[in-house]
T-cell receptor
Framework: GAGVSQSPSNKVTEKGKDVELRCDPI?????LYWYRQSLGQGLEFLIY????????KSGLPSDRFSAERTGGSVSTLTIQRTQQEDSAVYLC????????????FGPGTRLTVT | DAKTTQPPSMDCAEGRAANLPCNHS???????VYWYRQIHSQGPQYIIH???NNETNEMASLIITEDRKSSTLILPHATLRDTAVYYC????????????FGGGTRLMVKP
């Protein structure tokens, strides 16, 4: 079946511009996560959506970052006024329930801020 | 999360079994052991998880010791495509479900 998809796969933007990253989770998965991974580094949690509950935004690094999930499915992560330190691979994952840690990841969006 | 310890790197010959160890001596009774891997330039991939019984799926087998202080991930017939960093984690069920990876084991499958 179809896995998690993300778009774009690569994004190069100038410092100060806004960017939108998209995630299509696996159909029927109620939980959706955004992480980012800098070169050679581990996963950094950003935000978590579970059904209709308020999202857990505790990992967002600044108020320039926001995310929404429409209709319990597609999610967009928006970064306003991008900075060079925002350059990373942004990964989306989904899981069937909010219990357990069996998460399925998309291929990621590589963001480069010049 | 319970602390996990893995060797930083391992080699395996193509076609042979790859046995990747993980120590989790502080794991609590209700914490599962999960394995993920990350192939270069790809997102992490879930492999398998278990609590105390051995588990097997199409990707791998997971052997957990009776005292649950360690486990071994077995790839029965490693291929070049299995070259990746393998992560063993024992996440805390109360921690909000986000994943945190340690250093992992870099497995190199060689022809």
């Amino acid at each position: 079946g179809a896995g998690v998809s993300q778009s774009p796969s690569n994004k190069v933007t100038e410092k100060g511009k806004d960017v939108e990253l998209r995630c299509d989770p696996i159909s029927g998965h109620t939980a959706l996560y955004w992480y980012r991974q800098s070169l050679g580094q581990g996963l950094e949690f950003l935000i978590y959506f579970q059904g209709n509950s308020a999202p857990d935004k505790s990992g967002l690094p600044s108020d320039r970052f926001s995310a929404e999930r429409t209709g319990g499915s597609v999610s967009t992560l928006t970064i306003q006024r991008t900075q060079q330190e925002d350059s990373a691979v942004y990964l989306c994952a989904s899981s069937k329930t909010s219990l357990g840690y069996e998460q399925y990841f998309g291929p990621g969006t590589r963001l480069t801020v010049t | 999360d319970a602390k996990t310890t893995q060797p930083p790197s391992m080699d395996c010959a193509e076609g042979r079994a790859a046995n990747l160890p993980c120590n989790h001596s502080t794991i609590s009774g209700n914490e599962y052991v999960y394995w993920y891997r990350q192939i270069h330039s790809q997102g992490p991939q879930y492999i398998i998880h278990g609590l105390k019984n051995n588990e097997t799926n199409e990707m791998a087998s997971l052997i957990i010791t009776e005292d649950r202080k360690s486990s071994t991930l077995i790839l029965p017939h490693a291929t070049l495509r299995d070259t990746a960093v393998y992560y063993c984690i024992a996440p805390n069920n109360n921690a909000g479900n986000m994943l945190t990876f340690g250093g992992g084991t870099r497995l190199m499958v060689k022809p």
